[in-house]
Every structure is written in structure tokens, then in C-alpha cells.
């Protein structure tokens, strides 16, 4: 792992920062990054025995202890508690951190890390796979369903400190899992960056539903890598949700590598003040009788700008492909942006691909029926973002977190 760390830093320095010039890069703007300044580790504080023992700032974002088979919980550099149901553990189970895996699944860890997301990949994924720290590894056994999900809490409170946090997710053969991954901490002064990258692996008729929650503070620029590799007759469900930082860029992309494999890639943001986010999302068809599912929504307010750009490739083996590609967004204001920019790449010739963007403001006809009933500008707006987001909001299985999402939009509007 040294030499790997070694060998990515040199990637990381051989590679140009991207700029304006570069083609996934033209509409996002990072010239006020200042990389030179990231702290990326500090000294992970102490261990605690039990939940009760977490800072009170973390132990608000926790689902009750029945609703969940095991917590991991990172303080900035390093995991300060992590808990798994034994009857889950006796089946073979692995959750933990990731230096934990390094050191005891060392095997496991070399059979699957960097291979979704090598270093070379980009300029922020050498710079990830060099100071990665924390992190999680979750593995299910062949055969292992895991019925109800796990939780995972990344939370970032030191002062002029960067995250550096890493997932690597492996689903064995007919095996089944969910995971929550949520990322959240204070609005700090100092400027700070997140590089997280999520490798998962669905392997032969297994199913992963994997839901990652972006709450940072407003002073962090978020660079994040998900990949996900599936085989044969294997099934990802998969959320992005981004609601913090100042700067959000996401690289979200389904290796549909085995035949009659199938995802439902879902994504969901809203943005306020000046927050900027960026997603580029790829459902790669390799194999052929695979089906993608995207469905991405945001609602911006106030001076928020977003961009999508997603891609369906059919390869020239992915013959009886089903593809579907959606965007949609919502403007609350009138200085608020959105650029959507779907494409295709067809190589095969037998197969059913569709995309989809819309751009607007809310509906005058839907504000006026609300207000005719006596309801404010801004608790009308709430109704409509609320109906905008239920369906993406209805499939995230733990209720206690969606509840608190939900606050969280209701604020972004002018809420309480």
C-alpha cells in the first residue's frame, strides 16, 4: 500500500491541474482552488467503546440502533468507532475502516482496490489514492443477505483540515446489501477539500443499494469518484445526494460489465446562495441484455449553478440494451442556473436508448392554485420542491435520515 500511495503521488504531480480548455472541465471553474494549502491528515483522536461515547455532534445523525447492522463513524482522519451485529459477523461479514482491512483482509483489499478507480484516472483520484485515511471496507460473503442497512458517518470538524476518506464496497455472488455513506460537519472558516472516492463491486446476482449523503460546510470544495463494476445478472440501486460544500463536482459512473446485469443510478441536489454542483454521470453497456435506470433532479435557489452531463455508451457487444437517461431541474430564482447536457454513444444496433432534459422555472399555473389557498410565496415553493424530490426522497430506507433531508430542503427554500 506504501508503494502504491508512492507510485499515485507521482501520478498526481505528473498530471495537469484542469482548466477551463479541457472538455469535462468548460463549464466548472476551479482556478480559486488553492491545493498547495490542504492538510490532508491529522492525528485521529481517541477510540470510544460505545455510541453513547460519540461527540453529541455525531451521535444526532445516527438511526436507532435496531434499524441498523453495523455503524462505522470517521472523525476527520480516522474511525473512531465502528460496531457490527454478531449475527452478521458470524457469517463472514467485514465492516470496518479501511486500514483496518489493509492490515487483517490484506488480500481481500489487493484483489479489489484501485481496480474500479486506478490513481491515473484523474488528477484528484492520484491525489486521493495518495493520502487516502479512514474510510470503509465492506464485504458479504457469497450467499449473505444482509436485511437491514449499514450506516456510515464521515464527519469533518477541524479547522483547515482536508478529506481524504475511501470505499471499497464487494458484493460476492448472490449476496445482498445496503449502505448508507453520509458526509457532513460545520461551516468553517479556512477553505478545506474532500477527495472521496467509492469503488463498488456487484459481482454474479448479487444486489447493492448504496446511498451517499453530501452535507460538508460551506467552505469545502468536494471532488468525488463513484465506480461501480457489475457482472453477470447483478443489480446496483444507487443515490448521490448533494446539499453542502461550496464547490461540489461528482464523477458517477455503472460498468454494466456481465450480461443481464441492471442500475438505477439516482442522484438529487439542492443548492442555495452560491453553492456550485457538478455531476458526470456514465452507464457504460458492455455486456449485452443490460438495462439502466438515471433519473438526476435539483432545485437551486438564490445565485446556485449546476451542470449535468451524462453519457450512454453502448459498446458493439451490448446488443438488446435498455437505457434511460433523465434530468431534471428546478430554478427557484431567477439568478439561478442549470446546464443539462445529455449525450449518447451507440455502437450496437440492436437495442432501445432514450434521454431526457428539462430546465425551468416553477410553474406559475402550480404557484397560483397554491396561493388561491391561502399559502405563502415561500411555503408554496416548499410544496412544489417537496413533490419534485418525494420520489427520489421515498427510496432512501432509513426514515430518520430522510426526515432530516427534508429539513434541509425546506431551508434551502427560506424555510424554517
Known amino acids: 500500500m506504501r508503494e502504491a500511495r508512492l507510485a499515485a503521488f507521482e501520478t498526481f504531480e505528473s498530471l495537469a491541474m484542469p482548466t477551463l480548455k479541457d472538455e469535462e472541465w468548460r463549464r466548472t471553474d476551479i482556478r480559486a482552488l488553492r491545493l498547495e494549502s490542504v492538510v490532508p491528515f491529522a492525528t485521529p483522536g481517541s477510540r470510544v467503546a460505545t455510541v453513547d461515547h460519540l461527540p453529541p455532534e455525531l451521535r444526532n445523525d445516527l438511526a436507532a440502533g435496531d434499524q441498523i447492522a453495523g455503524l462505522l463513524v470517521q472523525q476527520d482522519s480516522g474511525s473512531i468507532f465502528g460496531s457490527l451485529q454478531d449475527a452478521q459477523a458470524s457469517r463472514g461479514v467485514v ?7 489493509v492490515r487483517e483482509h490484506g488480500d481481500l483489499v489487493k484483489r479489489y482496490f484501485g481496480r474500479a478507480v486506478p490513481a491515473a484516472y484523474s488528477k484528484f483520484s492520484a491525489l486521493q489514492t495518495a493520502f487516502w485515511s479512514g474510510g470503509i471496507f465492506l464485504y458479504v460473503p457469497r450467499g449473505v443477505e444482509v ?3 449499514l450506516q456510515a458517518i464521515t464527519y469533518l470538524g477541524t479547522t483547515g483540515l482536508s478529506s481524504f476518506s475511501r470505499a471499497l464496497i464487494v458484493a460476492e455472488p448472490d449476496s445482498d446489501l445496503t449502505l448508507i455513506d453520509q458526509w457532513f460537519g460545520p461551516t468553517l472558516e479556512t477553505p478545506a477539500v474532500s477527495t472521496n472516492v467509492q469503488e463498488v463491486f456487484v459481482e454474479q446476482n448479487a444486489r447493492v443499494r448504496y446511498v451517499t449523503l453530501q452535507e460538508w460546510g460551506r467552505h469545502v470544495w468536494n471532488f468525488s469518484i463513484n465506480r461501480s463494476i457489475l457482472s453477470r445478472d447483478a ?32 442522484g438529487l441536489l439542492a443548492g442555495d446562495e452560491r453553492q456550485f454542483f457538478d455531476h458526470h454521470t ?21 445565485r446556485s449553478r449546476s451542470v449535468f452531463s451524462g453519457l450512454i455508451h ?8 435498455d437505457a434511460i437517461q433523465t434530468n431534471r431541474n428546478l430554478l427557484l430564482s431567477g439568478e439561478a442556473s442549470a446546464h443539462s447536457i445529455p449525450n449518447l454513444e451507440i455502437e450496437a444496433n440492436d437495442l432501445r436508448c432514450t434521454h431526457a432534459a428539462t430546465v425551468a422555472p ?14 405563502s410565496e415561500t411555503d408554496a415553493k416548499r410544496v412544489i420542491v417537496e413533490g419534485f424530490f418525494e420520489p427520489v426522497l421515498e427510496r432512501i430506507p ?14 434551502k427554500i427560506g424555510g424554517k
Not at 456514465?282 to 438564490?302: E, F, I, M, R, V
Open 235 to 266: 443489480t446496483l440501486n444507487s443515490l448521490v445526494v448533494a446539499f453542502g460544500g461550496r464547490f461540489h463536482k461528482a464523477n458517477v459512473e455503472t460498468a454494466l460489465a456481465g450480461p443481464g446485469s441492471s442500475v438505477e443510478m439516482l
Open 147 to 149: 436485511a437491514i442497512p
Open 362 to 375: 416553477v410553474d406559475d399555473e402550480q404557484m397560483f392554485y397554491l396561493r388561491s389557498r391561502a399559502l
Open 398 to 411: 432509513l426514515e430518520g435520515i430522510v426526515d432530516r433531508l427534508r429539513l434541509v430542503i425546506s431551508s
Open 314 to 321: 453502448a459498446r458493439k457487444a451490448a446488443q438488446k440494451t
Open 95 to 101: 465492516f470496518c475502516d479501511l486500514p483496518t482491512a
Open 282 to 302: 456514465l452507464q457504460d453497456h458492455q455486456a449485452p441484455h443490460t438495462t439502466s435506470d438515471l433519473l438526476y433532479k435539483g432545485a437551486l435557489n438564490d
